[in-house]
């Protein structure tokens, strides 16, 4: 299966370089492409000075623009399946084997999860990740054990899914809204890494806020999505 790793990527000088030449380095199987999200850093420069495969966004579009960016490339290319993966070094890419083999069984996602086997550590963060699950399970009838895991492996038909389907964001509503449509989602048990440079954009009050929006669109926004009806994704038995 041709894998492409999109790596969405904003103000992340300090860390792009070593993460794109531990792929390249360790894992050349993978295809990656690096999505920089309208950086004023020198995440841009950087991934240019080192010949890393890049797009350039012009602005800034968060996270959900610059994911479907990524995936928009992968569609147009003909890739298989799309690994999202950090630019910050908290993901490992030992991991992928796994979670393409899971994928192979036929779902059509495969979250890499911190808490398959392991239980949540007690912490303000984790209270959050419990009340997503617990409205994911409300919502749908399914458990996802880490909802806000940003690593996440899509097959071609979500390729296709957020290419062509507006406002699709890869967070906790999206995944709930997705189980909704029918799509299959499993869980892989990886580590992750804390981050070792630069400063991530979730503080305190943003973290409480981004709760506060994924509960409410799980709850209530997710009704009234529309979708387009060509491209159903069916549901399985």
């Known amino acids: 299966m041709r894998l492409l790793m999109v790596i969405p990527a904003y ?3 300090d860390n792009i370089v070593r993460v794109v030449n531990t792929i390249k380095e360790r894992y ?18 950087r991934c240019h000075k080192n010949g ?12 959900a623009g610059a994911f479907q960016a990524g995936l928009k490339y992968a569609y147009q290319k003909n890739y298989d399946c799309v ?15 796994d979670m393409l083999e899971k994928l192979k069984q036929g779902y059509d996602i495969v979250i890499g999860s911190r808490f398959v086997n392991k239980r949540k550590e ?7 990740a419990r009340m997503l699950t617990v409205a994911i399970k409300l919502t749908t009838g399914k ?7 940003g690593m996440r492996m899509f097959n071609k038909a979500m390729i296709k899914e957020f290419a062509v389907n507006m406002n699709y964001g890869p967070e906790p509503d999206t995944i709930s809204y997705l189980l909704k449509q029918g799509a299959s989602i499993a869980e892989v048990q990886v580590e992750m890494d804390e981050r070792v440079a630069g400063t991530s954009y979730l503080n305190l009050t943003k973290s409480a806020m981004y709760m506060f ?3 409410a669109s799980i709850f209530f926004i997710q009704n009234f999505r529309k979708r387009d009806d060509k491209h159903v994704i069916m549901k399985r038995g």
């Not at 050349?28 to 420069?45: F, L």
């Not at 458990?143 to 895991?149: G, L, W």
């Open 213 to 215: 929006r994924m509960l």
């Open 122 to 128: 007690r912490s303000l963060r984790m209270v959050g």
């Open 11 to 13: 103000n992340e000088e």
């Open 83 to 97: 690994l999202q993966f950090d630019a910050d070094g908290q993901h490992k890419p030992e991991y992928i084997k």
């Open 28 to 45: 050349p199987e993978y295809d990656y492409v690096v999505v920089n999200d309208g950086s004023t850093d020198h995440t841009s420069k």
């Open 143 to 149: 458990r996802i054990a880490d909802p806000t895991s």
């Open 52 to 63: 890393f495969e890049v797009i350039d966004l012009p602005v800034n579009l968060g996270l």
